[in-house]
């Protein structure tokens, strides 16, 4: 779909300047650019880049002389990472399927879809289960008895929703995730090696040959509004309450979430991070890839914790972590600054 020069501007909210009514089909980084893309050059690097591509029109800085890069059209903006998510959410062409249910799809007498949806093929949609309009589901998904699904839901292909999940509005995940699947959650008769090592911090009384028993997952998992879920997340449901994710949290792909984990609202949760049993996450908590958060510790409001970094005991609200064991980020670097140091102090001492 071809979009103008102005009608973008109107829709990102902001000003334009040189021909309004030239078109555009797609966006594009400005060397590869070509007369019908508009090409988001939002810093000098990517300014510069202008020569090499065939732009006609651009998103730029709002004080740039853009006049002498050739251009017959530019938008212009303040805050250029903000910009780009509204110009691509205006140019997406996800392929989202209007075509009603397809005739593979296995769909229980009891289930209550809105006639708005799409049911892409060999779809399992169980008994009882509510999915609200504009839901759009991809092929081989699962949909187990019980669950509840908001308005606007895609669910690309291959995701498996457990019975008695209940999913908010605008929800929207990855191909491979599977969301309430049964907690990691296993008992020893009496007390088991793991509980002596944690208790007295590694040392052992003795060795207990054991077999684990299953605690039984009797809790589902609650997801707000405006969530997204990335590409093979698996979401355990809770032991006995439900495991919750709050209002417009993203999951990037691979995380991996325990049973009963709160995660709050706001948070950005990155790719390959773990959330161990009973943790919970406050809001707006952003965890970088390959994180690990400890089982029943809690991570405070707006925390920020670099790749990596793991997490073993509770988190106050605010606090800026990095390193393993988590500790300050400042404090981090000032270990790892003398850690560098350590063979010329060494070196010094002999």
């Known amino acids: 779909m071809d979009y103008s020069i102005s009608q973008i501007a109107k829709a990102l909210g902001t000003d334009f300047d040189g021909d309004g009514e030239l078109k555009i089909s797609s966006a ?3 060397s590869d650019a070509d007369e019908n893309s508009l090409a988001l050059a939002m810093n000098q690097k990517y300014l510069e880049d202008l020569k090499k591509g065939s732009a006609r029109a651009a998103v730029v800085m709002k004080d740039v002389a853009w006049k002498s890069f050739g251009l017959k059209a530019v938008i212009l903006v303040d805050r250029p990472r903000h910009a780009i998510s509204r110009i691509t959410k205006l140019l997406d062409n996800y ?3 209007k075509s009603g249910v397809h005739p593979t799809a296995i769909i229980d007498s009891s289930a209550v879809i809105d006639k708005t949806c799409s049911i892409g093929a060999f779809c399992v949609i169980g008994a009882n289960v509510e999915i609200e309009e504009g839901g759009c589901l991809g092929a081989h ?3 187990g008895n019980g669950v509840k699904i908001g308005n606007n839901a895609i669910i690309n292909n291959r995701v498996v929703i457990e019975h008695d999940v209940v999913v908010g509005n605008q929800f929207r995940a990855q191909s491979g995730s599977v969301i309430g699947s049964d ?3 296993f008992v020893t008769r009496d007390k088991s090696d ?3 090592i944690r208790k007295h911090l590694g040392k052992r009384q003795g060795l207990n040959k054991q077999s684990w028993m299953r605690i039984h997952s009797l809790g589902s998992v609650a997801i707000g509004d405006d969530v997204e879920i990335g590409a093979n997340v698996t979401i355990d449901r809770g032991t006995v309450r439900n495991t ?3 209002d417009r949290s993203k999951l990037d792909n691979l995380v991996h979430v325990g049973h009963n984990v709160e995660i709050g609202s706001d948070c950005l949760i990155c790719g390959q991070v773990g959330i161990a049993g009973s943790a919970v996450i406050g809001n707006r908590v952003v965890l970088g890839g390959q994180c690990g958060v400890n089982d029943n510790i809690f991570v405070g409001d707006d925390v920020i ?3 990596a970094t793991k997490i073993f005991t ?17 404090t981090h670097i000032s270990m790892q600054k003398a850690l560098r140091r350590l063979p010329r102090l060494f070196k010094k001492l002999s």
Not at 318 to 323: E, H, I, N, Q
């Open 183 to 185: 907690g990691f959650s």
């Open 141 to 143: 998904v699962v949909i």
């Open 244 to 246: 919750s994710i709050g």
């Open 314 to 330: 509770n988190a106050p609200k605010g606090r800026v972590l990095l390193g393993y064991p988590a500790v300050k980020m400042e």
């Open 28 to 30: 594009a980084e400005p």
């Open 194 to 196: 793991v509980e002596e």
């Open 95 to 97: 392929p989202i399927s």
């Open 305 to 307: 914790a670099g790749g």
